[in-house]
């Protein structure tokens, strides 16, 4: 069991709100927002535009619904997340690619210089690498954890 800061989980939940959000206008016909709305939104949950496109819809609402539930389960600061994998390897990427200063977490400490080095996919490679490495998970399983697609 892991305990994450419950700040961490409140910043989770709002990314897969906002996603929820989007594809809804998006259905309705409704105007994007502007692009500097999706340039602040990738800058804090690198890969969440991909998701927005990718995420199969059940997915979201399972990711959702977990998310109100570990919020839920715990009032206090801490939350301690137990048998969801996906999300402990999504705060860690969030946190390893996220613009400086946006996740301040134990994360940020641990595998942030290991994906820091190269732009684009080198970064990404070094995150997953890293990641990997800290959950005692292959790669390959965090890529599946990260993008279900």
Not at 90 to 119: C, E, F, K, N, Q
Request: charged share 25%.
């Amino acid at each position: 069991m892991l305990g994450i800061a419950r700040v961490q989980l409140e910043r989770m939940l709002h990314k897969y709100r906002e996603l929820a959000r989007l594809r809804a206008a998006h259905a309705a016909g409704s105007p994007p927002p502007d692009k500097a709305f999706f340039v602040g939104f990738a800058a804090e949950f690198p890969g969440a535009l991909r998701e927005l496109d990718r995420l199969p819809p059940h997915a979201l609402e399972a990711r959702l619904r977990e998310l109100e539930h570990q919020l839920c389960r715990e009032p206090e600061r801490a939350v301690f997340i137990d048998n969801e994998p996906w999300l402990v390897v999504s705060l860690s990427y969030h946190a390893t690619l996220a613009a400086p200063g946006r996740w301040p977490s134990d994360y940020v400490a641990v595998i942030a210089p290991l994906a820091r080095s190269g732009g684009g996919r080198r970064r990404v490679t070094a995150a997953i690498t890293a990641i990997a490495a800290q959950q005692r998970l292959r790669p390959e399983e965090v890529r599946a954890l990260l993008f279900p697609w």
